[in-house]
């Protein structure tokens, strides 16, 4: 599939932006979300000031240092999701 601006309305959820994903990337591992203790459901897409953005969740559960806490704002994170070609890259944002 080919992603522009104007087919980033087609990513709706989590499970969208993986599979737009280079299969190179690591970010939706198997390994990684056990390592930090995501979940898809961790995660949510959004639009913001024109941008498509993909954002954990305050209310997800994150291991910290063997101890399970929400998120909140402490742990919340934010990336752009910027088309390239036949992929999406992931831009932090915070």
Do not use: C, Q
């Not at 941008?51 to 934010?78: C, D, H, Q």
Request: no cysteine.
């Amino acid at each position: 599939m080919m992603y522009t601006k104007e087919t980033l309305k087609d990513i709706k959820t989590a499970s969208d932006v993986k599979y737009a994903l280079p299969e190179s990337s690591y970010f939706f591992s198997r390994d990684t979300m056990r390592f930090f203790g995501d979940k898809m459901t961790s995660f949510g897409v959004k639009w913001d000031d024109g941008k498509r953005i993909l954002y954990r969740k305050p209310s997800a559960m994150v291991n910290v240092f063997g101890t399970w806490k929400r998120a909140g704002n402490e742990f919340s994170r934010k990336w752009e999701i910027v088309p390239k070609f036949d992929h999406i890259e992931l831009i932090p944002l915070n």
